[in-house]
């Protein structure tokens, strides 16, 4: 099982000095390697699709890559000597993030799905540096050992349970202080939960005006932390106009703009892991929809979308089914609204009715516990399907 804890760390001031200067130093070099992918795609690449059978083809240049642009390191430390103060391997990380951002612009993720065109990174946009190896000893009690930093403070809000692993730890810089992240490793937690039940499945229809209704008929009201804080937010938005740029009073009012935004940011999360721990606590199985969420978030209605924040909340739900040996299933969202629960007749209706009116059955529903309940049948199909091919293929 893959996990990760993030715990708040304190660095005295001449830690923080070499942090800020370590993210500086790594975005100088994200940028000139990234630069340099661009200059080799804009030379090689050619704006005609066809040519004469007869013509003279330039000499191509080697296409960049991990290796290549890692082996540029070496001399990148003889020639900027104070690149030594990085850790090798936290340097090394850089061509492979370069590497990973570049390659799912042209090709793509493992899914085919492409990313924009990669961005140089502004002051202060570079915030996360890795040490991809790291060792148990190097975090006693309340004490984490950084190579090139030294033995930093940790507010440690939880326990590392035994057997984990420490894979790799990441040190990130954000509104409100620093962070490390421990990315903890136990092969020793079963895959499946030893009393697993498929029957005890229950189906959720996210919404915008309750966060979730579930198919047993209960409900949780959208927090809406975003709308709540908008007031707050808008007035530390306006100091921010206010101040002078490249003033100490406007860096000021940037940074406590980033506080509050994270405060709501962390306030939603906090609420996606206390609804994915109810469900989890009552339930083996939970049917959702897979919806294109970044689809409906390009639509009016996606600063309550966003607010919502369903994405996160699927993916908590999730990571924390598989670590407990549960399952999410997403099922075809098409028609869960429109089709009545209890004989399956196509009943149409604008998003503004909210009661599921069946005119065959004279079933009369909240349309979004009529939309959970399709969920959970859909997701119980799905399963039963999935368990008899798993057994054909035996």
């Known amino acids: 099982m893959r996990t990760s804890y993030q715990y708040k760390i304190k660095p005295n001031k001449e830690q923080v000095e070499k942090i800020d200067k370590t993210l500086e130093m790594l975005r100088y070099q ?13 030379m090689n690449r050619c704006p005609i699709d066809r040519c004469p059978l007869i013509c003279h083809l330039p000499e191509l240049k080697d296409k960049p890559n991990y290796y ?22 936290v340097l090394q990380e850089v061509p492979k993030k370069v590497e990973i951002t570049f390659d799912r612009w042209l090709a793509g993720d493992a899914n085919g799905k492409k990313s924009g065109r990669p961005r140089f990174k502004g002051k202060g946009q570079y915030k996360t540096f890795t040490y991809p190896q790291f060792k148990r000893h190097h975090f006693v009690n309340n004490k984490i050992t950084l190579s090139k930093i030294g033995d930093v ?6 326990q590392i349970p035994d057997g984990f692993d420490i894979k790799t730890v990441s040190v990130t810089k954000k509104a409100d202080g620093y962070y490390v992240t421990l ?8 895959i499946i939960k030893p009393d697993f039940n498929l029957d005890n499945i229950v189906g959720i229809d996210v919404g915008l005006i309750d966060f979730y209704v579930a198919s047993d008929n209960t409900r949780i009201a959208a927090p809406k932390y975003l709308r709540k804080a908008e007031r707050k937010l808008k007035s530390a938005q306006r100091k921010v106009s206010r101040r002078k740029k490249g003033s100490n009073r406007r860096k000021k009012a940037i940074k406590q703009l980033g506080i509050k935004h994270k405060k709501v940011a962390d306030t939603r999360k906090d ?26 978030a390009k639509t009016w209605l996606a600063k309550s979308i ?35 629960s209890s004989c399956g007749t196509k009943v149409k209706k604008t998003l503004s009715q909210r009661i599921h ?3 065959a059955c004279k079933t009369s529903i909240c349309r979004d516990l009529n939309a959970s309940i399709n969920i959970k049948n859909r997701g119980a199909h799905d399963l039963k399907a999935q368990k008899m091919s798993s057994l054909k293929s035996l």
């Open 183 to 190: 990315s903890l490793d136990d092969k020793t937690v079963p």
């Open 153 to 158: 403070k940790v507010i440690v809000h939880r």
């Open 271 to 296: 609420f996606h892991f206390k609804t994915a721990k109810i469900l989890l606590d009552k339930y083996d199985v939970i049917a959702v929809e897979k919806l294109n969420i970044k689809g409906l």
């Open 357 to 359: 009116n069946c005119h």
């Open 68 to 89: 290549s642009q890692k082996a540029l390191l070496t001399q990148l430390k003889v020639d900027r000597p104070w690149y030594k103060d990085i850790h090798s391997q």
């Open 306 to 340: 966003n607010d919502a924040g369903w994405r996160q909340f699927i993916t908590i739900l999730s990571n924390k089914a598989e670590n407990a040996g549960l399952k999410v299933i997403a099922v075809n969202p098409n028609g869960t609204s429109q089709e009545c």
């Open 30 to 42: 994200y940028n000139y390697l990234l630069a340099q992918r661009f200059d080799w795609h804009e």
